[in-house]
């Protein structure tokens, strides 16, 4: 089983300030197609789950331009480039590589 | 717009059976792999079962793997989950969601496992 590892658990950020999540996996997320299985949602207080970032580092239709996707193979990172009230939830990373697996999530606060 | 209502959480004694339902509008459902998740109270999120476009593969959740059965019904543009052996453990907010990236999701519907 693939298990996915998110740090920090929990952010505190000051609006205008950048912020930054990794999330780490037990094995490469390389599919055979060249594609990225992983992705990263946000679930703000009381909602459900909303997707920003698809394929690791491609924005989801309607996502701010201030939320970006990296990285390959195991390690990846979710960066706020400027952080702002309505971005208050908890973030997780998802892999559909092999079944699917969720982070444990990172809560952020303001 | 795309919609995904799901319904039939309720409050069931241990061992007993629920089935739950997703019925969407707003997107040809037939062509779309299709997902549960579920999140027991203050926790993450959890995938626990997943069907393809054509129904012809499922996969689960080691969690829930002989209890649960997946299925849709593309006529009625719906999703189902069939839950047996409830425990306490199944306590939780289960939502379903489209597609493989999950880039929909409905707001859940609450399944509460208590004797």
């Known amino acids: 089983d693939i298990l996915l590892t998110q740090t920090p658990l929990s952010l505190s950020v000051t609006p205008g300030q950048p912020a930054s999540v990794s999330c780490k996996s037990s094995?490469?997320?390389?599919?055979?197609?060249?594609?990225?299985?992983l992705y990263w949602y946000l679930q703000k207080p009381g909602q459900s789950p909303q997707l920003l970032i698809y394929?690791?580092?491609n924005r989801f239709s309607g996502v701010s331009q201030r939320f970006s996707g990296s990285g390959s193979g195991t390690d990846f990172t979710l960066k706020i480039s400027r952080v702002e009230g309505d971005d208050v939830g908890v973030y997780y990373c998802?892999?559909?590589?092999?079944?699917?697996?969720f982070g444990q999530g990172t809560k952020l606060e303001i | 717009q795309v919609q995904l209502v799901e319904s039939g959480g309720n409050v069931v004694r241990p061992g007993g059976a629920l089935r739950l339902s997703c019925s969407t509008s707003g997107f040809i459902f037939r062509d779309y792999y299709m997902s549960w998740v579920r999140q027991a109270p203050g926790k993450g999120l959890e995938w626990i079962s997943s069907?393809?476009?054509?129904?012809?593969?499922?996969d689960y959740a080691d969690s829930v793997k002989g209890r649960f059965t997946i299925s849709r019904d593309d006529a009625k543009n719906s999703l189902h989950l069939q839950m047996n052996g409830l425990t306490a453990e199944d306590t939780a907010l289960y939502y379903c969601?489209?597609?493989?990236?999950?880039?929909?999701w409905g707001q859940g519907t609450r399944v509460i496992v208590s004797s």
């Open positions: 969601a489209r597609g493989v990236a999950m880039d929909q």
């Open positions: 998802m892999q559909n590589l092999q079944g699917h697996t």
């Open positions: 394929e690791a580092s």
């Open positions: 069907i393809n476009d054509r129904g012809k593969k499922k």
């Open positions: 094995q490469s997320l390389l599919h055979s197609d060249g594609k990225t299985s």
